[in-house]
């Protein structure tokens, strides 16, 4: 992070020349750390004080209350971590993608960090993101190979219905027609699960659903025992086809 005095010293973002027309850049960052308990909400109020801080040259919207045009991309559940989080920026000055990223990392931390600034490859929009690959990592008691053997065939084997909240209620889901792919070991005293899961609209699966099916399945991570823990980290999202990364 950037000193007071460093940020000073910098050259005001209205010494840029002004573009005949906003411009727009995506930003990829990671999300991870103490940051995986901060909501979306309070992501975006991160952000917005961040964009001040580092002088990078946004462009309002006009009327009675102007404010930055940012876009986030997929919304990341409070308690899990990501490598590949996304927001689109428009700027009004001509400041290159290489300067914005530096500009953001001095305002920003290890845990809340940009890995890259470019420019918004045609055609692509965040609607396109319909799988999203996820790294759980568990740690309990009475984890072995044949266990995680079992796992997999469980969370893969339809029909596996749950109660799934969306906007007009619950209702009952058979989770594994929203699972691509998913693999389970055990590596280091961990039960390691490696998923590709739906994120598209209303069949965006939560990865927390598979930690739910192993609590009521094998009794795992059970409520109170403070010896057990699991993280859930996104490494990668995918276009239609579960292969092509998003960009």
């Known amino acids: 992070m950037l000193s007071e005095q460093q940020i000073v010293n910098r050259k005001p973002k209205e010494a840029y020349p002004a573009l005949e027309q906003p411009r727009t850049v995506r930003v990829k960052f990671r999300k991870i750390g103490n940051l995986q308990y901060i909501s979306h909400l ?3 109020r ?3 004080r ?5 002088g990078i040259p946004m462009w309002y919207t006009k009327g009675f209350n102007p404010h930055a045009k940012m876009t986030f ?3 990341l559940s409070v308690g899990a971590e990501s490598l590949c989080e996304y927001l689109d920026l ?5 400041m290159s993608c290489e300067e914005i990223k530096d500009r953001l990392n001095g305002a920003l931390t290890d845990e809340l960090y940009v890995l890259d600034v470019y420019a918004v490859p045609q055609g692509s929009a965040f609607a396109d993101i319909i799988w999203a690959a996820y790294d759980i990592r568990l740690r309990t008691q009475g984890l072995s190979p044949s266990l995680a053997d079992e796992i997999k065939t469980y969370l893969t084997t339809s029909p596996l219905m749950m109660d799934k909240k969306s906007k007009s209620g619950i209702r009952q889901v058979d989770i594994t027609t929203l699972i ?3 693999d389970s ?8 699960i490696r998923a590709t899961l739906c994120v598209s609209g209303s069949d965006y699966l939560n990865p927390e659903y598979l930690i739910r099916a192993l609590r009521e399945r094998f009794g795992l991570l059970p409520e109170g025992d403070m010896t057990s823990e699991y993280t859930i980290l996104r490494t990668h999202v995918y276009l ?3 292969v092509t990364e998003f960009k």
């Open 73 to 75: 991309g997929l919304p």
């Open 46 to 48: 991160t952000i917005s």
């Open 180 to 182: 691509r792919s998913l």
């Open 50 to 54: 961040v964009l001040v801080r580092a």
């Open 42 to 44: 309070d992501l975006q």
């Open 240 to 242: 239609t086809d579960g």
């Open 185 to 192: 070991s055990v590596e280091n005293d961990e039960l390691r």
């Open 90 to 94: 428009r700027i009004d000055r001509d």
